[in-house]
């Protein structure tokens, strides 16, 4: 009894670290920042909860533990994915040729190269 | 309204405490409720994490639903996105679409950006008012409504119960 709820644990993590594979697979295989964050976000969510979860099926002491774990992962990874997408957006970083639209554009109010340079000429010089 | 927002917030507190302890014995019971009430009546007699949170059975039985479809979801972006990467020709289509949300509260909009970054190939990345910006690796849809209903409706119809 206890060797088969070993395996089933074992087997949940093995597919928990593909996942995290996959993800970092997507890292390097994507054009540009915004869906390398995409890849990295989703993958490693699932990867992290499932060899969480399988940790906590083969020690079942833990599970209180890994269910609190499992909570923070899935409330911090999206919030701090989201935030360095929206820095990214913000400090202006290019998306890949291939993107097709950016109705985000539009909205920012970002200084034009010639008001900035007019802010700076305007400064004492000493 | 206080009251519950302190009550749900020493739950949530409480609940914690016994699922890092492991074990339910007198003392450890004892030790969480007086820290959680301590701290709750410490830093949360004024905070309104909670207040929007409606209570009722039918909001209850759409919390639990709500975790059934999220879960259900995350797992249909990863297979998503393991198709993209593992596919030689790296078939994406990207740009940041405009959508609209009808959540009014603080916390519903929050859970409901934090759905939509961990499902299929969308990530929140900014919300000026009403309008959310999403960026997708594979566009289907440029139109403001179309993506609205592709992408928001699957969650906002529960949390539209859930929070108002």
């Known amino acids: ?126 | 309204m206080k009251l519950k927002n302190i009550s749900i917030t020493f739950l949530v507190i409480l609940v914690t405490w016994l699922l890092l302890n492991g074990n339910l014995k007198l003392p450890v019971i004892g030790i969480g409720v007086i820290v959680s009430l301590t701290v709750t009546l410490m830093f949360c007699t004024k905070c309104d994490l909670f207040s929007d949170l409606k209570l009722n059975p039918k909001s209850i039985f759409y919390m639990i639903a709500y975790i059934f479809v999220f879960i259900w979801e995350l797992i249909k972006a990863n297979f998503d996105v393991a198709k993209i990467v593992l596919s030689p020709s790296l078939p994406i289509n990207p740009g940041i679409l405009e959508v609209n949300t009808k959540l009014k509260s603080k916390m519903g909009r929050l859970i409901l950006a934090n759905s939509i970054t961990l499902t299929p190939g969308t990530l929140t990345v900014d919300i000026i008012d009403d309008k959310m910006y999403i960026h997708q690796v594979a566009i289907t849809d440029i139109d403001t409504k179309k993506a609205t209903n592709s992408i928001v409706r699957t969650f906002e119809k529960y949390l539209e119960v859930i929070y108002g």
């Open chain 1, 1 to 126: 009894m206890n060797l088969y709820i070993d395996i089933a644990g074992a087997i949940i993590t093995l597919i928990g670290s593909l996942f995290l594979f996959l993800g970092a697979l997507g890292l390097l295989r994507m054009p540009d920042l915004f869906n390398r964050i995409q890849a990295g976000t989703k993958a490693s969510t699932l990867g992290t909860i499932l060899t969480l979860l399988g940790i906590g099926i083969i020690n079942f002491d833990w599970i209180g533990k890994i269910i609190v774990l499992i909570i923070f992962v899935l409330i911090t990874n999206p919030v701090s994915s989201h935030v360095l997408a929206r820095a990214a957006h913000f400090s202006g970083v290019h998306m890949t040729r291939r993107a097709i639209i950016d109705l985000l554009k539009p909205k920012l109010k970002v200084a034009k190269p010639e008001e900035q340079s007019e802010i700076i000429s305007k400064e004492p010089l000493n």
